[in-house]
């Protein structure tokens, strides 16, 4: 998560939201592949009090929570982003879904933004490109990267 690293300060509290977005976008990208997805979208906005990611796929369906038993290899996918979110929610698209969380940053964690445009390395292994958008603080900083192919494997 390289773009929240360029936002937010060097700190162990940045450190574990960092850690917390990281495993979301994780999560959100496997249940998008699990779920016959071809296209993934992720989109990371930093906002004054919380990380919004969402994850727009072409998948068909709608995820939905699943009680996992210790020995099921799958279903706890939800339950981490529930757990490691403040809120998190579905919205149909005309072409698939979108899948958003909200992960909170910390009252006392302080950043701050300006107005330039960067490139960044990609975000995470196999997308094929990012960009962040740094603005003022009173919007949201956002990165978008985009994986295409089966397995999202390019």
Same mark, same amino acid.
């Given at each position: 998560?390289?773009? +929240?690293?360029?936002?937010?300060?060097?700190?162990?509290?940045?450190?574990?939201?960092?850690?917390?977005?990281? +495993?979301?976008?994780?999560?959100?990208?496997?249940?998008?592949?699990?779920?016959?997805?071809?296209?993934?979208?992720?989109?990371?906005?930093?906002?004054?009090?919380?990380?919004?990611?969402?994850?727009?796929?072409?998948?068909?369906?709608?995820?939905?929570?699943?009680?996992?038993?210790?020995?099921?290899?799958?279903?706890?996918?939800?339950?981490?982003?529930?757990?490691?979110?403040?809120?998190?929610?579905?919205?149909?698209?005309?072409?698939?879904?979108?899948?958003?969380?909200?992960?909170?940053?910390?009252?006392?964690?302080?950043?701050?933004?300006?107005?330039?445009?960067?490139? +960044?390395?990609?975000?995470?292994?196999?997308?094929?490109?990012?960009?962040?958008?740094?603005?003022?603080?009173?919007?949201?900083?956002?990165?978008?990267?985009?994986?295409?192919?089966?397995?999202?494997?390019?």
């Amino acid at each position: 998560m390289q773009c +929240l690293r360029e936002v937010l300060p060097a700190s162990s509290d940045a450190s574990e939201v960092i850690d917390d977005c990281s +495993l979301v976008v994780s999560e959100l990208t496997s249940n998008a592949v699990t779920a016959g997805s071809t296209v993934v979208s992720i989109t990371v906005e930093v906002h004054r009090d919380r990380v919004r990611i969402a994850a727009d796929d072409d998948g068909p369906g709608v995820p939905r929570p699943v009680a996992a038993g210790p020995s099921d290899p799958h279903g706890r996918g939800l339950a981490i982003v529930d757990s490691l979110s403040r809120a998190w929610g579905v919205q149909q698209r005309p072409r698939g879904k979108q899948v958003w969380a909200d992960v909170a940053i910390p009252s006392g964690l302080m950043f701050a933004v300006d107005g330039r445009l960067q490139r +960044l390395a990609p975000p995470w292994k196999g997308s094929r490109h990012a960009l962040m958008k740094i603005t003022r603080l009173d919007t949201p900083v956002r990165c978008r990267g985009r994986c295409d192919g089966p397995g999202l494997a390019r």
